[in-house]
């Protein structure tokens, strides 16, 4: 059974930093990228920031230049690295894994950590 497990999130004031992680447990085959999404309230889930099989990454316009995905493939695990927040950048974060052929993918979701960002 897999399972994605995030951390990291909490209150940060304006301008500071936070790191979410995501630990993926289980076998997952045929990876096609690992990424990070969120969703405001009373709005739709966004993906913020994606790392493909083929190592390119790509990132929402809003975040780029303060948000970073990285991963560590010996842990099996995805980071997002957020710098200078915004009380605009406050959702619930959802880590995902897009997997599968190209013509049938499947997701698996982690089930959200809450930021918080205050003025």
């Known amino acids: 059974q897999v399972r994605l497990v995030e951390s990291g999130g909490g209150l940060v004031q304006a301008g500071g930093s936070l790191r979410l992680s995501c630990a993926a447990s289980?076998?997952?085959?045929?990876?096609?990228?690992r990424g990070w999404y969120r969703q405001a309230p009373g709005k739709h889930r966004e993906l913020v920031a994606r790392s493909t099989s083929d190592g390119s990454t790509n990132y929402v316009d809003s975040v780029k230049g303060r948000f970073t995905i990285s991963r560590d493939n010996a842990k099996n695990t995805v980071y997002l690295q957020m710098n200078s927040l915004k009380p605009e950048d406050t959702a619930v974060y959802y880590c995902?894994?897009?997997?599968?052929?190209?013509?049938?993918?499947?997701?698996?979701w982690g089930q959200g950590t809450q930021v918080t960002v205050s003025s």
């Open positions: 289980g076998s997952i085959f045929s990876i096609n990228a």
């Open positions: 995902n894994v897009r997997a599968g052929p190209s013509i049938a993918e499947y997701d698996f």
